[in-house]
């Protein structure tokens, strides 16, 4: 009978009540003898699968502590103890008493029974919650402030897995296992409970994972943090207006005749910077521990740092192997190829150090290190852990504190920002450093931790001054010291903008600290790195920083990334996911109010050689990185528009998704919300000229002689430009001056804002048409580089034009040419015998000048490749009113490059359309000068480039396409594109 079958002889419970109660009885005397403190009396357990401590090891603790530890959950069960549950279980339980571990060890250790609350497993947190409430403290007008979560995760930690019971384990260990387990289960984990790690624990499959995680990661926290304040800055400058500062007349009267005022009428930039900003803020609640080595990290440190868990499908010696193979000689990063070196040792602890004390740096600590390796270096190292509030409300109070003085402020991170005081001291009649003294102490009172402060006449010397203030003091870099003696020790390394393959590039070339670069000249700089980089490197090597405070920051883009935890075993998990972290990325668009119109994936797939598992626990090991993006048709902030473009770049990469170890979604090309429409820049630039063309045309149309298309639009722009100057005058062009430039119908602010050798071709380009000159002829060298990294182009591609017509088969125009020259060149003439050399030399390319030559036979080559003036040509088609033949075609260009962020589809069309009437028209040194400057101004770009990079790229296929369709050549060009994030495969 059924009945029977329940109750079985044990009463009305049923048999698993009974057994259930008699495990707890037996519990309850095992305990006894043991039992130390009652700690945790009316409090009862129940370990839902593999946690740390492990089950076994908290039914001892419980024992020892007077607790229930229940082999099966009851009802009255207080806390579950799990460490990751999935998520069908999840769904059917009260969520609210699932907790972690750690709790009953953070008991023990604080021999108090604490607050529950902050172990909760399951905070019921959406997974979109990584939004922080800013304003915390006492501000209440701007309290309730949200603020976006913004940058992108490069690598975030692990929630914490590693936990060390320490000493009190040992003895429970110690004192316990005999009496209450026949098997020994210890704080280290056997290979076999780790094999079934990955499926116990959380990751990105579960649908609390992404949460959880943000809410763990240090990296997520301090950008959520960083872009906040930056944002910060900017309302609190928006909300102040001009109004008065009231503290700092209170102030005034507090220094009123303690120091005189600097004489000088020097500038004053400060850098401050909080001294180890995590560590400090722990120790307000610690200060024992002030003076001794302590590090932030989520490692517990101890044994359990030196013994971690190790994956059987993971191998350490051969993931360090690679990692530093790849740092080292890819990436040129020694520091991160001795960090693995080093780090990668046994079963050390891979946690890192997001920030160490003083004390800890001179035993060789630094910050970023892992933990294993720095308790190698000092053993009595002491871990805390992150308290990412303290961090926040420190970070308010210091920012609070300036703001009250000046909002001339700019926001660098959550303990760092870059303050103007010149009209600050000035206006407080002060000694500058006096100021600082005083700022530097009022916030050291408030937050209880410490900060330094450099004071300098830019944002790189009062930097540098910081470093050598740190810890706990300040530093001016008065006017008058010899600042070039002073930068001259630094290693390049430490300049703005120094990476390490810049580092090492410079290194080859013996250069490296700033007194090298000092002793070097430009034009060796510029043949190692370009003009524009050469001159900042100088520039910054003799402590000159042109560099601007900014106050206000636009956010530029917006991404969420993980790469910890991604182990899918099929697709639909990894679409789940994504479908997540779109949801996730357009929360924090909608966050700042704006749209995208550029979604990119990042996608990090283990390496070929890489072993299965990493060896950070659930952490991507060594990976390939892989970008994809797509250009939407509009900016958007809509979730299903973003996911099934994210969906579709995954399909694109075609990838097993068990290989998948780290996933990003990037937004970017941000508009606001309500910003009108720019698109159609040039289209619109074409039509503005076109109808001025056409009034000036009318005007000058009777003084003209019939001329050629070029001369005639070239002419007619001169009558643009300069109706009343004789066209003697265009070479003081040359020399220009503003009052020449406002003479103009060039923009003079967008002239102003070009780089200085753009400007200077703008400015010359006004004299071109009198004596037209070819540029410097120069190969084509497009070479790949090895770990360029595929970008979808986001315009229709154009026909690849050399696989579509062969070199060998050239069009009958070619065919012809190739007679006429081999005609002459049989006739002996020694500059046919040169363009023949050349044409069989690069047979796909020919420069323009050759192209001028083997049309025009009756122009002397040498005369033409000087810039001769053009002999008749076919005319174009009497419709075309194309603008790049006019003379101010390159301020045009400059105009639509420098002005436009991005370049839009439609513009680009537009240019594809006006150069292949070039193309028809033979205009081909034109062309060449278009494609030469066109590429140069996108050269000068820095922000958001690739996407030009592309554009360029996608114009290039296409002109070469009707090159090779009319004339039977590729167009040598003077430049190309050559960028390591977009270069095709
Ligand atoms: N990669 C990084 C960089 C920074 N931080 C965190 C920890 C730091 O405490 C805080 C501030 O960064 P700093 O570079 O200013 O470092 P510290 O303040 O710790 O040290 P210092 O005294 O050198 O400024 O940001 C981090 O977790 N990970
Ligand atoms: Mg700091």
Redesign the pocket.
């Known amino acids: 009978m059924a009945g029977d079958e329940i109750n079985n002889g044990f009463g009305e419970c049923g048999y698993f009540e009974a057994k259930k109660s008699k495990l707890e009885e037996q519990f309850a005397a095992a305990s006894d003898p043991f039992r130390k403190s009652n700690l945790f009396q009316g409090i009862s357990i129940f370990v839902n699968g593999l946690t740390d401590p492990s089950a076994n090891e908290l039914k001892q603790i419980m024992m020892v502590h007077g607790g229930t530890f229940h082999h099966y959950e009851r009802s009255h069960t207080k806390f579950i103890i799990a460490s990751n549950l999935p998520d069908v279980k999840v769904r059917n339980m009260n969520t609210s008493k699932i907790i972690s571990a750690q709790y009953i060890v953070d008991c023990v250790e604080n021999k108090r029974v604490l607050d529950y609350k902050p172990y909760l497993l399951y905070t019921n947190q959406k997974t979109t919650q990584p939004r922080l409430v800013f304003g915390k403290g006492k501000n209440t007008s701007r309290a309730n402030e949200t603020m976006a979560v913004s940058m992108s995760e490069?690598?975030p930690?692990p929630p914490p897995v590693e936990n060390d019971l320490g000493k009190i384990l040992k003895v429970l260990q110690l004192a316990a296992v005999a009496a209450t387990s026949p098997k020994k289960e210890t704080a280290d984990k056997t290979v076999a409970d780790v094999s079934t790690l990955s499926h116990s624990v959380r990751t990105a499959v579960d649908p609390a994972f992404l949460g959880e995680f943000y809410k763990n990661s240090?990296?997520h926290?301090?950008a959520t943090l960083g872009a906040g304040f930056k944002q910060y800055v900017c309302e609190l400058r928006q909300a102040h207006g001009n109004q008065p500062f009231p503290k700092r007349n209170e102030l005034r009267s507090v220094l009123s005749g303690k120091q005189e005022m600097n004489a000088d009428s020097a500038h004053y930039v400060m850098h401050i910077?909080?001294?180890?900003?995590?560590?400090?803020?722990g120790l307000r609640s610690h200060p024992e521990w002030r003076g001794l080595p302590i590090a932030?990290t989520h490692s517990k440190g101890g044994s359990a740092a030196t013994d971690v868990p190790v994956h059987p499908q993971s191998d350490r010696q051969a993931e360090r192997a690679l990692f530093a193979d790849r740092f080292e000689h890819q990436l040129h990063d020694n520091f991160r190829a001795d960090k693995v070196r080093t780090g990668f040792e046994k079963k050390m602890s891979l946690s890192?150090i997001?920030?160490?004390s003083?004390e800890a740096?001179a035993k060789g600590i630094r910050?970023?290190m892992f933990v294993g390796q720095a308790l190698k270096l000092c053993p009595e190292l002491k871990t805390i852990p992150y308290d990412f509030e303290g961090?926040k409300e420190v970070a308010f109070a210091l920012y609070d504190t300036v703001a009250q003085y000046t909002l001339n402020i700019e926001a660098v991170?959550?303990?760092?920002m870059f303050v103007e005081l010149t009209d600050l001291v000035a206006d407080l009649q002060v000694d500058v450093m006096t100021f600082v003294a005083h700022l530097r102490e009022e916030v050291r009172s408030k937050t209880g931790c410490p900060c330094?402060a450099g004071v300098g006449s830019n944002k790189l010397l009062a930097r540098m001054a910081?470093k050598k203030a740190?810890?706990n003091g300040q530093f001016l870099l008065a006017p008058g010291i010899d600042v070039l003696a002073y930068m001259a020790p630094t290693p390049l390394e430490e300049l703005p903008g120094v990476g390490s393959s810049m580092r090492h590039k410079l290194a080859q070339a013996g250069l490296r600290n700033c007194g090298d670069v000092q002793g070097t000249s430009r034009e060796k700089l510029e043949s190692l790195l370009g003009k524009k980089l050469a001159l900042t490197l100088q520039q910054h090597s003799l402590g000159i920083d042109t560099r601007p405070l900014v106050y206000e920051q636009q956010r530029k883009s917006v991404s969420a990334e993980v790469n910890y935890g991604i182990r899918f075993s099929n697709a639909s998990e990894c679409e789940t996911f994504l479908r997540q972290l779109s949801a996730e990325v357009k929360t924090r668009l909608t966050d700042i109010k704006r749209k995208a119109k550029s979604v990119t994936l990042k996608v990090m797939v283990r390496a070929a050689e890489a072993p299965i598992e990493a060896s950070k626990f659930m952490g991507h090991g060594v990976c390939d990185t892989l970008n994809k993006s797509a250009m939407l048709q509009h900016p958007t902030d809509d979730v299903n528009i973003i996911t099934s473009n994210v969906l579709k770049l995954m399909k694109e990469f075609d990838l097993p998704p068990h290989e998948l170890r780290g996933i990003g979604i990037h937004l970017s090309r941000l508009s606001d919300v309500n910003e009108v429409k720019k698109e159609n820049v040039l289209l619109q630039m074409f039509e503005k000229m076109s109808e001025k063309r056409k009034i000036e045309t009318t005007a000058v149309e009777v003084q003209e002689e019939p001329q050629p298309e070029l001369e005639q639009a070239e002419q007619q722009q001169q009558v643009d430009l300069e109706p009343q100057q004789p066209l003697d005058m265009s070479s003081e062009w040359k020399n220009s001056t503003n009052t020449s430039i406002k003479n103009t119908a060039v923009d003079p602010e967008v002239l102003a804002q070009l780089p200085e050798d753009i400007r200077q071709e703008v400015l010359d380009n006004m004299e071109e048409h009198l004596q037209p000159k070819h540029s410097e002829q120069r190969g084509r060298k497009r070479r790949k580089p090895k770990n360029a990294v595929r970008r979808s182009l986001p315009f229709p591609s154009a026909p690849a034009p050399l696989s579509k017509v062969s070199a060998n088969k050239p069009s009958n125009r070619a065919q012809h040419l190739r007679h006429e020259l081999s005609k002459r060149y049989r006739g002996g003439g020694q500059t046919d015998e040169i363009v023949m050399d050349y044409i069989d030399k690069v047979s796909n390319h020919v420069h323009p000048a050759i192209f001028e030559y083997i049309s025009r036979p009756e122009v002397e080559v040498s005369q033409n490749l000087q810039g001769a003036a053009a002999a008749p040509r076919p005319q174009p088609p009497a419709t075309l009113q194309n603008y790049l033949l006019g003379s101010n075609y390159k301020t045009m260009l400059a105009d639509w490059v420098s002005n436009q962020r991005y370049p839009n589809h439609t513009d680009i069309i537009t240019m594809n359309e006006k150069l292949a009437e070039l193309v028809k028209g033979r205009y081909s040194s034109r062309i060449y000068d278009i494609m030469k400057h066109l590429c140069r101004l996108i050269k000068h770009k820095h922000e958001d480039v690739c996407e030009w990079h592309m554009a360029f790229r996608f114009i290039e296929d296409t002109v070469q396409h009707h090159m090779m369709e009319f004339e039977g050549y590729q167009m040598m060009l003077a430049e190309s594109i050559s960028c390591v994030m977009c270069e095709p495969m």
């Open positions: 490069t690598a930690e240090r990296l926290h301090i910077d909080m001294d180890c900003f995590f560590v400090s803020v932030v890192e997001a920030s160490c003083y740096r910050n970023g961090y991170s959550c303990d760092e330094s910081t740190k810890p």
